[in-house]
């Protein structure tokens, strides 16, 4: 079984790429890097929906916090990675292969395998999604005009070398003649809620 762990960090240090470089996914050294953005509804979206799917659509377009930038990865890793998640769009090409065919021939059976191959494509894309990438969380932090992210499903060796990296940060922050600014610097870990 895999052990998986979680750690905040702040959205500038995953946009700017200062997180330590240690692979996200399996712990070693990271020479690699994975795009990837983070999204949090507001907290009426579900009610919105009553509405149509227009005003789904603006709310989600207008009213999502979004945080973007980039997790160290290792290059074995981040092939493995991106194979895995090419493998529903096998299914998907067969969907496009047996559904006209199903009209041409007449043939529900190849209609029925059709959307099969369609479904398994969807929920193996769902399954690999959950189990393969990080997950994040965003929130606001309080008195600071930056974002964090709670990320989920990342090594631990990741997780305890984030940690530190805020550890060292404070540290260092803290030996300096006069105190920075929280607005300027982020230099210890965010406080998750």
């Known amino acids: ?41 507001p907290l009426s979206f579900p009610l919105v929906f009553v509405f149509g799917i227009l005003a789904v659509l603006l709310v989600r377009f207008m ?9 160290p990865m290792h290059s ?16 998907v090409a067969m969907f496009v292969v047996l559904f006209p065919l199903a009209f041409l021939f007449e ?3 190849l209609l029925i395998a059709s959307a099969v191959f369609l479904v398994g494509a969807m929920v193996l894309s769902a399954v ?25 499903n990342v090594h631990p060796a990741f997780a305890e070398a984030v940690r530190q990296n805020y550890r060292d940060r404070t540290l260092r922050s803290s030996s300096l ?17």
């Open 177 to 193: 003649p006069l105190s920075p600014s929280t607005y300027a610097l982020n230099v210890g870990p965010p406080q998750a809620p």
């Open 1 to 41: 079984m895999r052990e998986r762990d979680s750690v905040t960090v702040w959205a500038s240090d995953l946009y700017h790429d200062w997180l330590p470089p240690v692979c996200w996914r399996t712990g070693r050294a990271a020479d690699g890097r994975l795009p990837v953005t983070f999204e949090r509804l």
């Open 107 to 109: 043939r529900v059976d």
């Open 76 to 91: 074995a890793a981040l092939r493995d990675l991106r194979a895995a998640r090419r493998a529903p769009y096998a299914l």
């Open 128 to 152: 690999l999604n959950m189990w393969l990438m990080v997950r994040g969380r965003v929130y606001q932090a309080d008195g600071v005009p930056d974002r964090f992210v709670l990320l989920r």
């Open 63 to 71: 009213a999502t916090t979004r945080v973007s930038g980039v997790l």
